[in-house]
């Protein structure tokens, strides 16, 4: 029987279909494999299940040539934790899990665009902290979203379910920025210049791939572009953000607020972002709903079945 190593832990049903068709270790720490780790892994297992924060460098594949490993089914759609390129170069594919995490993730990028434009955290914070006073006419005024102006950087399957949302849930006018031309089924115009864009809307919404390609894609040019009354929206990955140029913008008032899930350095989060009232923060919780998680590691479990069976992979990414 194959050996498999999961490694983080996951909902009883996954580790179930997984132990149905292989020797699974799960390793019940949930914190980033180290180098040497890895590099073990890759001797000892026939395939491996990793997730974010499971840097596969070059310099972890750099002498595993020949190694045990064949397989690395990430858990989650993103991957720039993998240096594909050093995997294929060994010999070692890697597949990931698309479509799972579509619509949780859309639905995280809605909610963190209300939480900003109506002031959500800072309210709840107010009240908890035993603040509030009572409602009054010009308490905590926000933005109202419906009929507004979003703007998505990066056109792909999250990125299109963002845009549905926002264009037949609240109205809105949506635009976009993508690297290549993208024909959508909905009304959506594409823009050709980022700060254009950034320019033109009422929210800013990052949703494209993380990697060295896109690393601080919405830095300080595409901050000072954005209206003062606009919010910035980042689901994707932290590193597409400069998060130093946002907290400078955040300080000086040149734009109204930020919503993130993703963070640059997680779990690290700057103290400057933590202590402003116009930030809405969350712990990375793009996925975080059960049947999501579920339908995520099934996925990467199927793309392991077929791997072994000698079947096309459902999922490739090299």
């Not at 996951?10 to 019940?28: N, T, Y």
């Not at 299109?160 to 993508?178: P, T």
């Not at 690393?215 to 901050?223: F, H, S, Y």
Request: aromatic share 6%; with cysteine; proline share 5%.
């Amino acid at each position: 029987m194959r050996r498999v190593l999961v490694t983080r832990p996951m909902p009883p049903r996954v580790i179930e279909a997984a132990r149905a068709l292989f020797e699974v270790e799960m390793r019940e720490e949930n914190t980033p494999l180290k180098p040497g780790q890895m590099k073990g892994a890759l001797a000892l297992y026939d395939g491996i299940v990793p997730t974010l924060g499971d840097l596969f460098s070059a310099e972890v594949f750099a002498e595993a040539a020949g190694s045990r490993c064949r397989i690395l089914a990430n858990f989650g759609v993103g991957y720039n934790h993998i240096d594909v390129a050093a995997a294929r170069a060994v010999g070692i594919s890697v597949t990931n899990t698309p479509g799972a995490v579509t619509d949780a993730t859309a639905d995280i990028a809605l909610m963190l665009m209300l939480m900003s434009a109506r002031r959500a955290g800072e309210g709840e914070r107010m009240l908890r902290a035993g603040r509030w006073t009572g409602w009054n006419p010009t308490q905590m005024l926000g933005l109202h979203m419906t009929g507004k102006t979003v703007g998505i950087v990066g056109m792909g399957r999250i990125g299109q379910a963002i845009a549905r949302r926002c264009h037949f849930g609240f109205g809105m006018e949506v635009l976009f920025y993508n690297r290549s031309p993208k024909g959508v089924d909905l009304p959506a115009r594409q823009v050709e210049s980022l700060t254009a864009l950034a320019g033109a809307v009422d929210f800013l919404v990052a949703a494209l791939p993380g990697g060295a390609e896109t690393r601080n894609t919405i830095g300080a040019e595409v901050l000072a572009a954005m209206r003062p009354t606009a919010h910035l929206v980042n689901i994707a990955r932290g590193d597409v953000v400069d998060e130093a140029a946002l907290i400078e913008a955040l300080a000086e008032g040149r734009i109204a607020g930020a919503g993130l899930d993703v963070y640059a350095r997680e779990p690290e989060v700057p103290e400057a972002l933590r202590r402003m009232e116009t930030v809405t923060l969350l712990p990375h919780l793009g996925t975080a709903a059960l049947e999501v998680r579920e339908a995520m590691g099934l996925m990467a479990v199927e793309n392991l079945r077929a791997f072994f069976a000698g079947e096309t992979l459902p999922n490739p990414v090299a």
